[in-house]
C-alpha cells in the first residue's frame, strides 16, 4: 500500500477537558477509507516525526480526531486554527474486525475511549460500551456513545462518576452476554480484560498504545511480542501489524 501524506481541512475543534482536544477534519478521499480502530500520523510544524492519534470516528467526510496534550508536539497540534489545514498520513494500521449482527461489549481507558466510539457505533444496539476514567473531570465522550444507540457504563477510580472502580468490575458482571469483546487503553487493563475473555472464553481483540515514529513498520520502533500457536514467540509492528490485535496472540 502506497502511503500519501494529504492536507485536510480543521473545520472544527473544540477543547472537552484541560488536557484533551477534539477535531473535526475534512477529506473525502482519507475518510471514505477509514476503518473503525485505524489511526493518522499527523505532521506538526517544527518537528521531524509525526504524532500517532487514533481516529475517533468517521462522519461522511470528516475523520474525527480526539488527543491528548501530552508534550510539545500535540501541545503545537492544540493550537491549530479552524480553517487551516494539517498534514495527515492516513489511514494507517489494521483496525477491529467488528460484526454489526454480534453483541460486543467496547472498553475504553482513559484516552482510549475515542477510537472506540467509531467501532461502538458499528454495532449500534448490539454494543454495549465500559468507559473507565480517573475522575469525573476526565470523562469525555458519554453523550456521543448514547447518541449513537450504545448502552453506556461509566467507570472512574475515585467513584466521583458512574461506579467506583475500574472497568473489569462492570465487565464481570455482563461478559456473559457478549459474543465479542474489543477494547483500548493502557497495557494493564487490556492485559486483565484478556484474562476474564479467556476465562469466559469469549474471543477479544486488543488495541495496543505502543510509542511509534514511522506509523508504518519501517523505523521498528514500536516492536510487541505475540505468541504462535506452538507456544513460542516472535515480534510484530503496533503501527503494521496492529494496532488491532487477538487478545491470545499477545505475549503479555
Known amino acids: 500500500m502506497k502511503y500519501d501524506a494529504q492536507d485536510c481541512r480543521l473545520v472544527d475543534a473544540r477543547q472537552l477537558t484541560a488536557t484533551i482536544y477534539d477535531f473535526r477534519l475534512e477529506n473525502k478521499t482519507l475518510a471514505a477509507l477509514t476503518k473503525p480502530g485505524q489511526f493518522v500520523q499527523v505532521y506538526v510544524p517544527g518537528k521531524t516525526l509525526r504524532r500517532p492519534i487514533s481516529v475517533c470516528d468517521v462522519e461522511g467526510d470528516i475523520i474525527r480526531l480526539v488527543f491528548e496534550v501530552r508534550g510539545e508536539g500535540t501541545e503545537i497540534m492544540s493550537h491549530t486554527k479552524v480553517g487551516e489545514t494539517m498534514n495527515i498520513i492516513a489511514p494507517l494500521g489494521k483496525g477491529f474486525t467488528l460484526d454489526p449482527s454480534r453483541k460486543t461489549i467496547f472498553i475504553g481507558g482513559g484516552i482510549g475511549v475515542p477510537p472506540m466510539l467509531y467501532s461502538a457505533k458499528c454495532c449500534g444496539s448490539n454494543a454495549t460500551v465500559i468507559n473507565g476514567f480517573r475522575n469525573k473531570d476526565a470523562v469525555i465522550l458519554s453523550e456521543d456513545f448514547e447518541h449513537a444507540g450504545c448502552r453506556l457504563i461509566l467507570t472512574t477510580d475515585d467513584g466521583s462518576a458512574g461506579i467506583h472502580g475500574f472497568v473489569t468490575q462492570p465487565l464481570a458482571e455482563i461478559i456473559d452476554e ?75
Not at 481483540?205 to 520502533?221: D, F, H, K, N, T
Not at 494496532?243 to 499477545?250: K, Q
Open 178 to 252: 457478549a459474543e465479542m469483546i474489543c477494547a483500548c487503553g493502557p497495557t494493564p487493563m487490556l492485559k486483565n480484560i484478556a484474562a476474564l475473555a479467556r476465562e469466559h472464553q469469549i474471543p477479544c481483540q486488543v488495541s495496543l498504545e505502543q510509542r511509534m515514529a514511522c506509523g508504518v513498520g519501517a523505523c521498528l520502533g514500536c516492536a510487541v511480542a505475540v505468541r504462535r500457536e506452538d507456544g513460542t514467540t516472535f515480534y510484530q509492528h503496533v503501527c503494521k501489524d496492529g494496532p488491532v490485535f487477538n487478545s491470545e496472540e499477545v505475549a503479555w
